[in-house]
């Protein structure tokens, strides 16, 4: 097919638009003070605009996707890897998530970040992230899609520390690196394994070849690449670096670590659909980690009180959700959920930095209260964000949540469903405790925080109020009617042959929905019961059970656990290997070596008598030993 | 016999009186003179080799001035050498000079 030459100006744009403002804004944005953002922010702008030109043109095509192999990055022999961009439908939706939000988040951070020491430094290296990111969703090989993977871990780690000064954020950077790390080099090998069968690394080569590669080589591709997708996407067991995470800002926190970058391990899951899809046991070890981690987190988030712990631990179950859909075969609502959410968790999070803002820094949810006067626009952005979140009809959420937990219904996963719908109830009491607790009730701060309680500056609520928008009505708008809404056809050419289920009689569907709805408001009222109504049940609870409240507070001493078993193991081994076997045996081994050597020249010293005759009489017997050869020879 | 044998035999004496003095005396002065002693054994050899054998004209005798030239300079060095070394070490004896002993 004839691809428009717009088409290729604008993929190429959106790449080396954020990466030239990264370049610019590194070298001589320091110069510009408090005016750095300018370059960044149009950069990104234009970026968001460009994307929503890329989207249009899916629209339009949407059966043939655009396939541009701009030039080759690599060859060696039958390895070649191109710098190849694909936009399918897809790519489409990340596209539209990724610009938009990044966007606003952009916007937001001007006045989030004004007058930080490191203000240009913070916009390159979003700028950066934006460019890697780009690279990820738009790659058409799973090598190019590797090198937006390890740029966006790389401005991950660059953005969490960003305070590097404060301990605490240097140490989370380093570990959602190093926890990144376990999941690349499953992904890495995954790669191995994908291009030794197939002798490709494109994605369409390796998907043509997908059916025939041999079922227990499938099953291990298929799981090496869910590791990576673990790591990225934060699920269990490596999801402990997304809740320290936090540690950075708040724009970082919902642009990487909610919107976009950490559904990159969901996408690279859905992108590898094809594989995916003929491995019955990779599909459900991709079920099984989703359903976990989503009950898990869900529980852990019930107890914390930092707000953005609250939102972390509530991003790290919606992920386990969007796994859960994937496993349970119901990929284009997996990827709706995942396209919502980038909505209302973003909104979330550029909310609760609104409220940090407004309490000078403070992030302990026991110190807020009352704020719902004080701060409007936050309160009801936020309200919007979870109830979209909680999943109340007819806010984004509901759509997405309700067609995961159908489609894992009518795939006959009904220990999953359950599961769903318990994480959909205990996400409802965390998200309404949240709410609760920080703007309703009797403030709880000093005197002179309260005084300084402000509604954020224009720059930062209308990016809020623009999130707003698509978290109440885009469910709606991409999945109405449900399970055959817009998302679906759109998303068709991607998944294009997934066994559709059909609800066995009319009204089990809409059963359902009224049912997770239900739960859903059961466990606001329970929200409202226990942190307005009765605020010393909680208490009373914890203190009936110490052990199920103390697990929930200390993460499941997740963290304590790596303590023990990897990383003291580690430590401890890498102690043996220096006191013995870097001493013992290295050094031994080099030191043995030259000690030979001393001892052979030792050996050899006395003929170095340093007395000239001696060397003359060596001379001359040499030369007597030479006429006395060559005589011998010409005699004969 | 043929009398350059009787020349040759010569230079071989004293050849070999030069090299047992080289190698066994201690005194450096006295060794050198006894690499003058077989430079010179040489240069018997050669001219006795060119007066009796013939061959191309005069090349022994050529050979001869040139080894003669070169002997002293060599000497000349030598005992530069010999008188450097007095100051240091207030001796001529070769076996004292033992800086380079491994």
Redesign the interface.
């Known amino acids: 097919m004839e691809v428009t030459p717009y088409m290729k100006i604008a993929v190429a744009l959106i790449v080396l638009l954020p990466l030239f403002g990264f370049v610019v804004t590194l070298l001589v944005g320091k110069r510009f003070g408090a005016r750095a953002h300018l370059l960044p922010v149009a950069m990104v702008s234009a970026t968001a605009v460009l994307s929503i030109y890329a989207f249009e043109w899916v629209v339009r095509h949407h059966e043939e996707p655009f396939v541009w192999n701009a030039f080759t990055w690599m060859a060696a022999g039958r390895f070649e890897v191109t710098w190849g961009f694909q936009v399918d439908t897809l790519t489409g939706v990340m596209l539209l998530v990724v610009g938009i939000i990044g966007m606003l988040v952009h916007y937001y951070s001007i006045g989030y970040m004004h007058g930080d020491g490191g203000y240009y430094r913070f916009f390159a290296y979003l700028n950066l992230f934006m460019f890697t990111m780009f690279v990820l969703i738009l790659a058409n090989n799973y090598l190019l899609l590797f090198l937006g993977w390890e740029g966006v871990g790389l401005c991950s780690y660059l953005l969490i520390s960003f305070w590097f000064g404060k301990k605490s954020a240097s140490q989370a950077g380093k570990k959602a690196f190093l926890v990144n790390r376990v999941g690349d080099f499953g992904f890495t090998l995954g790669m191995f394994l994908i291009f030794v069968t197939t002798g490709t690394l494109q994605f369409t080569g390796v998907f043509e070849k997908g059916e025939m590669i041999g079922a227990g080589t499938l099953l291990w591709i298929c799981l090496l690449l869910f590791t990576g997708a673990v790591g990225k996407s934060a699920q269990f067991p490596l999801h402990v670096w997304l809740p320290d995470a936090m540690e950075g800002p708040t724009p970082v926190s919902a642009l990487i670590h909610a919107a976009t970058m950490v559904n990159a391990g969901v996408y690279m899951v859905a992108r590898s659909y094809p594989l995916f899809i003929h491995s019955d046991v990779a599909m459900l070890v991709v079920m099984v980690i989703g359903t976990f981690t989503a009950i898990y987190s869900a529980y852990i988030a019930i107890t914390q009180n930092d707000i953005k712990k609250v939102i972390a631990y509530s991003t790290v179950s919606s992920l386990g959700f969007m796994f859960l859909a994937l496993g349970a075969g119901a990929w284009a609502a997996g990827i709706f959920y995942l396209f919502v959410h980038g909505f209302f968790k973003g909104l979330l999070f550029l909310c609760s930095g609104s409220v940090i803002h407004a309490m000078g820094g403070e992030q302990d949810m026991r110190k807020m209260g009352g704020l719902r006067k004080r701060i409007p626009v936050t309160f009801w952005t936020m309200l919007v964000g979870a109830i979209a979140l909680i999943g109340v009809f007819p806010f984004a959420g509901f759509w997405a949540k309700d067609e995961v937990l159908g489609g894992a219904f009518v795939g006959g996963h009904y220990i999953v469903w359950a599961v769903g719908i318990l994480t959909a109830f205990l996400t409802a009491v965390f998200a309404f405790r949240l709410i609760f607790m920080t703007f309703f009730g009797e403030c709880r701060a000093s005197e002179e925080v309260q005084h300084h309680i402000h509604e954020s500056p224009k720059v930062m609520t209308v990016p809020l109020l623009l999130l707003a928008i698509p978290s109440a009505v885009l469910g709606a708008v991409a999945g109405w009617p449900p399970e055959s809404g817009w998302i679906h056809t759109f998303l068709e050419p991607v998944f294009f042959d997934v066994e559709h289920e059909e609800f066995v009689w009319l009204g089990e569907g809409g059963g359902l929905m009224l049912f997770s709805v239900l739960v859903a408001l059961l466990g606001v009222y329970v929200a409202y019961q226990l942190y307005i109504r009765r605020t010393d049940v909680p208490g009373r609870i914890a203190d009936r059970f110490p052990l199920a409240y103390e697990a929930s507070l200390h993460k499941m001493y997740m963290d304590e656990i790596y303590e023990v078993a990897p990383i003291r193991s580690t430590i401890g081994f890498a102690g043996w290997l220096w006191t013995f076997f870097d001493v013992k045996v290295i050094d031994g081994a080099v030191n043995g070596l030259a000690r030979l050597w001393d001892l052979f020249g030792q050996g050899?010293?006395?003929?170095?008598?340093?007395?000239?005759?001696n060397y003359?009489?060596s001379i001359?017997a040499g030369m007597l030993a030479l006429v006395i050869v060559l005589a011998w020879f010409w005699g004969a | 016999m043929n009398p350059l044998y009787w020349w040759l035999t010569l230079a071989v004496l004293l050849f070999c009186i030069g090299?047992y003095g080289?190698?066994?005396r201690r005194n450096v002065i006295l060794?050198i003179m006894c690499l003058e002693l077989m430079l010179n054994a040489v240069n018997i050899a050669l001219v006795a080799a060119a007066q009796f054998r013939g061959g191309s004209e005069g090349a022994g005798s050529l050979f001869a001035l040139f080894i003669i030239t070169l002997a002293a300079a060599e000497v000349t060095v030598g005992l530069a050498i010999v008188i450097a070394n007095y100051r240091n070490k207030r001796t001529v004896q070769?076996?004292r000079?033992?800086?380079?002993?491994?």
Do not use: N, Y
Not at chain 1, 604 to 613: A, D
Not at chain 2, 97 to 102: A, I, S
């Open positions: 050899l010293r006395p003929l170095q008598t340093g007395r000239v005759q003359a009489l001359f | 090299a080289a190698l066994a060794v070769a076996d000079f033992d800086e380079l002993k491994g």
